[in-house]
């Protein structure tokens, strides 16, 4: 692919960005989609879950030989952006950075364990929901003890921190 050729952007049916990556891919286009990270729950697992930084669009460029019609023909692309009826670039100093920041994680959420112990927090699932609690102390980054005052008593409790609210 030539190194000076623009990039463009299309925009494609929802959850259907790495198909359509695939498939322009096996049609010799050059693809880039970001993607970003996240923690989330599965069960009482935490998993870090990839998702595309800009949902429904991908970046495609192509050299000389490029046809917008077969792009545009690719199931699972909407459209190719445009402006005012001509097909809309980016620059490629656009893509190097967004690139760099993605291989530099820049784009992964940190889980947010920024709890200390004394520190007055809310629990937001769980029995407890809604409840007032102050942190105990902490167990790695997955754990946290908190006394929670039920029936003007102090009970020493033990939840997942994905659980806890910080109030401010």
Same mark, same amino acid.
């Not at 656009?94 to 994680?105: Q, V």
């Not at 520190?119 to 102390?137: S, T, Y």
């Not at 008593?153 to 939840?159: D, M, P, T």
């Given at each position: ?48 879950? =990839?998702?595309?930084? +800009?949902? !429904?669009?991908? *970046? ?8 917008? @019609?077969?792009?545009? &023909? ?44 004394? =520190?007055?927090?809310? +629990?937001? !699932?769980?029995? *407890? ?8 102390? @902490?167990?790695?980054? &997955? ?26």
């Amino acid at each position: 692919m030539e190194q000076n050729a623009p990039w463009f952007v299309a925009y494609v049916k929802p959850q259907n960005e790495l198909k359509v990556v695939e498939r322009l891919e096996r049609r010799g286009y050059e693809t880039f989609l970001p993607m970003s990270a996240r923690w989330a729950r599965r069960g009482h697992k935490r998993v870090e879950i =990839e998702r595309p930084l +800009f949902p !429904r669009y991908l *970046f495609v460029r192509f050299g000389p030989g490029g046809n917008f @019609l077969e792009i545009g &023909e690719t199931v699972g692309v909407v459209s190719i952006l445009n402006n005012f009826g001509k097909p809309g670039t980016v620059r490629n100093t656009f893509i190097a950075n967004l690139r760099a920041a993605m291989i530099a994680g820049q784009f992964t959420e940190k889980p947010a364990h920024t709890l200390q112990p004394g =520190e007055a927090v809310k +629990f937001m !699932r769980g029995p *407890f929901e809604g409840l007032m609690a102050r942190i105990q102390g @902490l167990h790695g980054t &997955e754990r946290a003890e908190v006394l929670l005052e039920i029936l003007k008593r102090e009970i020493r409790v033990s939840c997942a921190a994905d659980d806890l609210a910080a109030i401010a």
